[in-house]
Every structure is written in structure tokens, then in C-alpha cells.
Nanobody, 126 residues
Framework: QVQLVESGGGLVQAGGSLRLSCAAS????????MGWFRQAPGKEREFVAA????????YYADSVKGRFTISRDNAKNTVYLQMNSLQPEDTAVYYC???????????????????WGQGTQVTVSS
């Protein structure tokens, strides 16, 4: 059974940092692009970051560029999201997802992802 399991969320003060992890199991995801999305209460799920299968290219939402860093370790079947300078508006449930698409423009859209984790809560207090 294919599974993506996020961890590392929690409560942090504004300006603080968190590192999210997403461990994949059931099959190798080394050929998949991986993405992070987030969803705040009452809002639609939004793109945060994505990384190609090789890790050679990364993509970020403008709102997190320069603060968040996505990376992956294919040997561990794990993708990470380092989040620095967190702000209250970053509060959301964060999801990781896997996609077989090779078109970078599609990384920004949830519908392009085939597998999703259950999410991890990130709360940033002011």
C-alpha cells in the first residue's frame, strides 16, 4: 500500500523555524516529482513548493520564496520542507504529495498529484 506520512509540524512563534518530513512507503518515489501544499481553515489548498525527481530543480510559491527550502533524499524515500522566518499567515495543515508529471507548470496544481499524505498541522503564533 502506497503511503506518504508527514511529520515535524507543531506550534512555533513568529520568526521561528520548523522542518517537515514526508516519508514514502509502498513503492519507490525516486521517479516522482514531490510537492508540498498547505490548507488553512476556510481556504483552498495552495501550492507551497515542489522538487523534481532528481532534486535538480525546485519551485516555490512567491509567498514562501527565500524562507522555505524543499529537498529530498531518494535513498531514504523522504522529502523535506525547511521553513524559516515563519509568520502567522503560514499557519495551515501541510500536505506532501507525489506526481508522475514531468511538466513543471503542472507542479502547481493539486490535481496533478496522485498520492497524498494525511497532513501535519503548523501553527505560528504572533
Amino acid at each position: 500500500q502506497v503511503q506518504l506520512v508527514e511529520s515535524g509540524g507543531g506550534l512555533v512563534q513568529a520568526g521561528g523555524s520548523l522542518r517537515l518530513s514526508c516519508a514514502a512507503s509502498g513503492r519507490t518515489f525516486s521517479n516522482d516529482a514531490m510537492g508540498w501544499f498547505r490548507q488553512a481553515p476556510g481556504k483552498e489548498r495552495e501550492f507551497v513548493a515542489a522538487i523534481t525527481w532528481s532534486g535538480g530543480s525546485t519551485y516555490y510559491a512567491d509567498s514562501v520564496k527565500g524562507r522555505f527550502t524543499i529537498s529530498r533524499d531518494n535513498a531514504k524515500n523522504t522529502v523535506y520542507l525547511q521553513m524559516n522566518s515563519l509568520q502567522p499567515e503560514d499557519t495551515a495543515v501541510y500536505y506532501c504529495a507525489a506526481s508522475r508529471t514531468t511538466y513543471a507548470i503542472r507542479y502547481y496544481y493539486p490535481r496533478e498529484y496522485d498520492h497524498w499524505g494525511q497532513g501535519t498541522q503548523v501553527t505560528v503564533s504572533s
